[in-house]
């Protein structure tokens, strides 16, 4: 089986044109990526460093991205929120999955609207949730992130 030239050639060239067809579908059938609109909503996606002790959650909608972080302040612990594009405003709440916990709004701390911060009266526990809303350019980016990321533990190094 493996003598003749013919089957040798077709087990080389058979997974290279399968993966050309594969990305040939995927540009000239595949959903483009749309700017985003003014009014709309969207849904950013929990990345997986919000699921284990990594000391920051990353939150992102295609070019679009958050990272919240728990750092020490003069008052207490503060929720930080770095952005990739500068928000006209962010409200926040942190609660139990089952309880409706109405948001408070962060403060923009750089003047460019691209850190956010917002006190918090204890460090967030385990089975507590981080519900945010963040708006730019007219449109508001929404998340319901864990809140392992803050939680201690054995995982990788904080950044």
Known sequence: MFTNK????????????????????GNLAGEKAAPA??????????????????GS?????????LRLSLQDGPA?????????HPL????????????????SG????????LEWRITLGTTPTAEQRIRLVAGADGSSYFADASTAFLQPG??????
């Not at 959650?57 to 991205?65: A, Y």
């Open 6 to 25: 013919h089957i040798i050639v077709a087990m080389i060239v058979a997974p290279i044109l399968a993966i050309l067809a594969w990305i040939a579908v």
């Open 37 to 54: 609109k003014a009014g709309q909503t969207y849904r950013l996606v929990e990345k997986s460093n919000c699921r284990y002790p990594s």
């Open 57 to 65: 959650c990353d939150l992102q909608n295609e070019n679009f991205k």
């Open 76 to 84: 207490g612990q503060q929720m930080v929120l770095s952005a990739s």
């Open 88 to 103: 006209e405003g962010v409200v926040l709440s942190v609660a139990r999955p089952d309880i409706e916990q109405p948001p």
């Open 106 to 113: 962060m403060r923009a701390t750089d003047g460019q609207g």
């Open 154 to 159: 054995d995982g990788p190094a904080q950044r």
